[in-house]
């Protein structure tokens, strides 16, 4: 969460969801009742009575009957996208032009012509804000290491191997649909993307992948491949029917920094991360923090303040590329 000496005006702008999501309810929705500047007040739904029962549940103010009377709604300042992949781009197009501010599930798009209609449609709004939500890169592990790599603490970055997993064969849960988005490249394999373009600071030459398909929803269960930068490389292995883990190392001239939990950073413990160099090895443990609330608390300060965003919009695209670089060479 945020603590001093940050020094801003305590206004709390309010947030709608649109759409039921578990993540939302079970993640996104605890963690802002920590919020400095950000609260949860209603959901929208297609389905009126699930809105009803889904505010109920989650304890939230106000629910809607379709995602266009909450974009209608005056008293709602900013609009989080938890929805499948392939509604991201429509409804952040629709919530712009319906004078909201959007902090928008990853990935943002399906494709890499999706980003950029969203980019440009985002440039006819620059009064508003708008953001794909990779939380992981705003928890303190990822800025220490960031610092760590830009003080060349372990010299001059050559390799990164990352890996991250889960096990998930239901037929009915959108990661597992093709039409809409699913598949282990979309879904946890930006993570990777991401990660290797946040610590080499620059986009990918060229990549090389190979990629297992299911049978039976034609969606990606494994993908795993090696991204070129100009500074190094980057290897990763993302799944979605394999053993659930995840983990980084990245490599340097003169040392290495390890993440235990480098995605999905629990909210109620401590984290850390191993820094290797001269021999020895530092453990360094971060206190518990929510990297929703942190997300949501500094996307509202951008708002509040009419500063930019943390992660602009055009990283976003620029992630799309990596990812369509990967799946396209395979």
Known sequence: MLREPYCFPMKKLRWGILGTSKFAREKI????????????????SRDGVKAEHYARDANLER??????????????????????NHLHVPLSIQALRAGKHVLCEKPISVTVKDAVTLLEESYRHPQLKVMEAFMYR??????????ILREG?????????????YYNRDAGNIRNRADVGGGAMLDIGCYCVSLSRFVFEGEPLRAKSCVNYDPDFGTDRMTSGILEFEKGTSVFTCATQMAPYQRVNIFGTDGRIELEIPFNAPPDKPTRIWLQREGRIEEIEFEVCDQYAI????????????????????????????????????
Do not use: K
Not at 63 to 84: G, K, Q
């Open 29 to 44: 929705i605890p963690a802002m009742r920590h919020c400095a500047h950000a609260e949860v007040t209603s959901v929208a």
């Open 63 to 84: 629910s809607f009957s379709s995602y266009e009377a909450m974009l209608e709604d005056s008293e709602i300042d900013v609009v989080y996208i938890p929805l499948a």
């Open 138 to 147: 705003l928890h303190p592990q990822w800025q220490r290491t960031r610092q």
């Open 153 to 165: 603490s372990i010299g001059e970055s050559r390799t990164i191997q990352s890996v991250f997993s």
């Open 295 to 330: 997300q949501a608390d500094l996307f509202s300060l951008a708002v509040i303040n009419d500063t930019p965003v943390p992660t602009p919009l055009e990283d976003a695209v620029a992630n799309m590329r990596g990812i369509e670089m990967v799946m396209s060479s395979a």
